[in-house]
Every structure is written in C-alpha cells, then in structure tokens.
C-alpha cells in the first residue's frame, strides 16, 4: 500500500509566481490535511479537506492561498504571487476518517528567490 | 485555544542509554488523542506513538512507551535502549476526538541526539 504522495519535493519559485503543490492520499483515505512548518518550528494546521469539500481552514492564510481535493485526482494547494515569507515546507497528511492517525507525505519544500 | 508545550529544545543520550522528552497540553475537553510524531534528517513525519485520553493505561510500542497524566495534561514519552537511528526530531501532538476538523496541534519540538 503505497503512502501519502506529494510533489515535486522541492519547489523554486520568484517572488510574484505561481506555486502548486499536489497530494495524493493513501488508497483508501478521503481525509486530507495540509501543514506547513517554518525552519526551526512545529508544523501548523492549515486546512482540512475531503473530496468536494474543505471542512476547516481556519489556518489557511486569507489571502493568497487557496486549496482543493476534487471528485478525482489529488489535492492542490495553490499559492499564488509567492513571497519570502512562504518559504517552508509544506506536508500533506492522510487519514481514513475524520480523527485518529494521520498519516504525512514527505513534504514539498518551496524555496522563493 | 488548545497549546501543546515541549520545555526541551534539545536532549542527547548516550547509545543503549534511556531518555524521557516532556509534553504539556492545555485543554478544556476531556476526549482527546495524543501523539508522539519523530522527524529525522530526512523530514518525514513519522508516527510514534498514540494515545487516547479516556484509556487509564499507558501506550507503548516496542522501545517506546508513554507516562499520561491526564489531570496534570503531562505526555512524555521514554525511549529505551536508545539507538542511532533514534536522532531526530519529536513532535508532541494534540487532537479533539470528537470534533469533525481533525487537526492537530504541534509542539515546538525537541531535538534529540544519540551519541555513540
């Protein structure tokens, strides 16, 4: 049973690009979390979604980011006009359900120049 | 708001040796998990351990096992025996059992080392 997939691993982007980070889940699971961790510190909750839907985002940033986990194909999360300050990295997490473990890729980190 | 506390930024242990990390929480719920997660160099987040709040009983995985203390909202965790590959970073983590956001909340984390 393969993992939770992310890419690409690592990700360079100018300021003001586009970035697009994608996350399949593990086989089975339709719950997807996505985190992100600055250099030298915990991961924090961005946002929560299952198929169609985005249940919590209440740690997204308001402007600027934006994610999806459509019908088909894998999670995306959309940073648009990039800055310095989105340099991290980005893990996506997995679940069967809507508690318990969760179950993390191996994460994409974007570096902004 | 829900915080999880790890007071120690970095440990080191002697190989073979046993080692305690400390995790505080604060919460207002009594229906809860909580995680051991350890990230080594290569950054992958790696479940350890997992606790739920209403078991009375520790949880323990092979070299790895938990102290709870629910009314002190303490969850350490001691790694026995430690080995090389033990070197990374662990992540205490906390999540409400009966919410539907599912989110965990992260310690600062603490960096540990084992020594040969």
């Known amino acids: 049973n393969a993992g939770v997939m992310q890419n690409p691993r690592h990700l360079v982007r100018r300021r003001g690009q586009e970035a697009r980070l994608r996350c399949s889940p593990m086989?089975?699971?339709?719950?997807v979390y996505w985190y992100r961790q600055l250099p030298e510190e915990g991961l924090k909750f961005m946002v929560y979604l299952q198929k169609e839907n985005i249940i919590d985002e209440s740690g997204m940033p308001k402007e600027r980011f934006s994610a999806e986990f459509p019908k088909e194909g894998p999670s995306i999360l959309r940073i648009q006009q990039v800055v310095r300050g989105d340099s991290a990295a980005y893990f996506c997490?997995?679940?069967?359900?809507?508690?318990?473990?969760?179950?993390f890729g191996p994460g994409t980190r974007l570096t902004v120049t | 708001a829900q915080t999880v506390t790890q007071s120690q930024p970095e440990m080191s242990v002697q190989e073979a040796e046993t080692v305690t990390l400390s995790c505080t929480y604060d919460?207002?719920?009594?229906?809860?998990?909580l995680f051991w997660y350890k990230q080594p160099p290569s950054r992958q987040m790696i479940l350890v351990i997992r606790?739920?709040?209403?078991?009375?009983q520790n949880a323990t995985e092979n070299r790895f096992s938990v102290n709870f203390q629910k009314a002190a909202k303490s969850f350490s965790l001691k790694i026995s025996d430690s080995q090389l590959g033990d070197t990374a970073m662990y992540f205490c983590a906390f999540m409400f059992r009966t919410s539907n956001t599912g989110k965990l909340i992260f310690g600062q984390g603490t960096t540990l080392q084992v020594k040969p």
């Open positions: 086989k089975g699971h339709s719950h």
């Open positions: 919460t207002s719920e009594s229906n809860y998990y």
């Open positions: 606790q739920e709040a209403y078991k009375q």
């Open positions: 997490a997995s679940s069967p359900g809507g508690s318990g473990e969760q179950y």
